[in-house]
């Protein structure tokens, strides 16, 4: 089963920018990957913020997009909020499977 | 707006069973799928399988192979999920969601404990 990597931790002052990166043990990763990105705050479940690669819900805040850069899936939060606050984890599929990142812990600070 | 409703916290003993049930109101399943993800304390989250409902047919997380069974039943807009051999490891919360990870369940928490 293939391993989708994350950086366990960042830090982002209110306003500043930032980009997680979402990595596969197989190799690039492509649009083919349909990756996602979620938010999830404690207590609460994860809430679907991009899908296939860079597409948007409507909850979406528009401080929040998402890419593929350096063979890897991107989220990069452009002018972050106290509220932005929380575990983000990105979701790649395979042929037979999704499979999830471990997650990035991002602090606004 | 369409709402998942999972079933009540569950404890259970080592080697059992257990079914989580997941129904969804204001929609249906419709053409999507119906995933489980789960998460157990402090940890991330694990993809374990999803059903296409209108198909019936499911495919699940190596992981589970044989010990995971993800069913639908379009009437009533619910979906299961049946864990067996369960073992300590297995307590987390247990989610569904539809409609491409669109909508989420509250969850469900499974502890395993002698």
């Known amino acids: 089963q293939a391993v989708v990597t994350q950086e366990p931790s960042l830090t982002v002052s209110p306003g500043g920018t930032v980009t997680l990166t979402c990595g596969s043990s197989t190799g690039t990763v492509t649009s083919g990957h349909y990756p996602y990105w979620f938010q999830q705050k404690p207590g609460q479940a994860p809430r679907t913020l991009i899908y296939d690669t860079s597409n948007k819900h409507s909850w979406t805040p528009v401080r929040f997009s998402g890419s593929l850069l350096g063979g890897k899936a991107a989220l990069t939060l452009s002018g972050a909020q106290p509220e932005d606050e929380a575990d983000y984890y990105c979701?790649?599929?395979?042929?037979?499977?999704?499979?999830f990142g471990g997650g990035t812990k991002l602090t606004v600070l | 707006q369409v709402q998942l409703v999972q079933s009540g916290a569950e404890v259970k003993k080592p080697g059992s069973s257990v079914r989580v049930s997941c129904k969804a109101s204001g929609g249906t399943f419709r053409s999507y799928a119906v995933t489980w993800v789960r998460q157990a304390p402090g940890q991330g989250l694990e993809w374990m399988g999803g059903i296409i409902p209108s198909l019936g047919t499911a495919n699940y997380a190596q992981n589970f192979q044989g010990r995971v069974t993800i069913t639908a039943d379009e009437s009533t807009s619910t979906a299961y999920m049946d864990l067996s051999s369960l073992k300590s490891e297995d307590t987390a919360l247990y989610y569904c969601?539809?409609?491409?990870?669109?909508?989420w369940g509250q969850g469900t928490l499974v502890t395993v404990s002698s």
């Open positions: 969601a539809i409609e491409a990870f669109a909508y």
């Open positions: 979701m790649l599929s395979y042929d037979d499977a999704e499979v």
